[in-house]
């Protein structure tokens, strides 16, 4: 199985690994979304959190999935799909307490996979010493 991070990932790089029999799953970006009929961002967080909205190709058989969670995700898979749905546990900011949300499975997935590849992408960014060569020798003349 193959895991993307939405740097990666487009439809049809998706559809041409399904032919070739590798299973895949990835997070999209939005403008690569091309003849994809998701519901905008402006309408989905207008409703309330744990909410999704999923299409799959008929051709190809890619899912699509866009979820709300404290801003919205796309994903996408080849084998994986909505259901089973559970709950996972968020902080709410307004409350100052957890909350339960429903998480399709296609998200359980990626982040049972992705979560510690993105967290040391994220602290390698954080941390990022910028190399610079130093002359170790002197000029006489």
């Given at each position: ?48 959190r ?38 996972c ?53």
């Amino acid at each position: 199985m193959i895991y993307f991070d939405n740097w990666f990932s487009t439809l049809k790089l998706m559809s041409l690994l399904k032919i070739e029999g590798f299973p895949c799953i990835g997070t999209l970006n939005k403008a690569r979304l091309k003849g994809c009929p998701l519901v905008t961002d402006g309408k989905i967080k207008k409703r309330e959190r744990g909410t999704l909205d999923d299409r799959t190709d008929i051709h190809s058989g890619v899912i699509v999935v866009k979820w709300l969670d404290n801003n919205t995700v796309c994903l996408a898979s080849t084998y994986e799909g909505i259901t089973p749905q559970d709950t996972c546990r968020r902080w709410n900011v307004k409350d100052k307490s957890r909350v339960k949300v429903s998480r399709p499975a296609i998200v359980y997935e990626y982040n049972r996979h992705m979560g510690g590849v993105d967290l040391a992408d994220m602290l390698v960014e954080m941390c990022r010493t910028h190399l610079q060569t130093r002359k170790w020798y002197m000029r006489i003349f």
